[in-house]
């Protein structure tokens, strides 16, 4: 597909949407984007059902907040199950729903993109550093100036 297909394709499906749905859409990918709930939602489909804690363990460093946040959004959604089981203790499992199976196979695709732009991304990202290093430097070097001058002019 070519770049004036794309932005074709892009601007049809924007000019589609109501404002109710362009709201929603925002929503549901601002929640489903974000860095704990694509782990989340990979661990589920990998894994299938499984406990809180047994997903707090396979995603290393989310916070027990995080995770119980990112887990309700995703039910809200609908891209989680909740299945509470009346035992004691109380014992409740996740697992994707067929909504978020179908997210899974659509982060696919994006993830394979950025596997193969790894070098790309790296080399933008250096480059960026570099920049930004120098500007400070320089920003640096120019209150030392304005430093200097401002003593200078007043002795």
Request: a positive charge; charged letters at 25%.
């Amino acid at each position: 597909m070519d770049n004036d297909e794309i932005i074709r394709q892009s601007q049809a499906v924007c000019a589609a949407l109501s404002a109710e749905d362009d709201g929603l859409k925002r929503e549901v990918l601002s929640h489903a984007g974000n860095r704990w709930s694509l782990g989340i939602v990979h661990t589920l489909g990998v894994s299938g059902r499984l406990r809180h804690a047994e997903i707090a363990r396979r995603m290393s460093g989310v916070t027990q907040r995080m995770l119980t946040r990112s887990l309700r959004q995703l039910e809200r959604d609908g891209l989680v199950l909740r299945h509470d089981y009346a035992e004691v203790p109380p014992r409740v499992e996740y697992e994707l729903s067929a909504l978020g199976q179908g997210l899974l196979a659509q982060m696919i695709p994006l993830w394979m993109w950025v596997v193969d732009n790894a070098e790309r991304f790296r080399a933008a990202r250096q480059g960026y550093d570099a920049r930004a290093s120098d500007d400070a430097r320089r920003a640096i070097d120019l209150q030392a100036c304005v430093s200097r001058v401002r003593t200078s002019t007043t002795h």
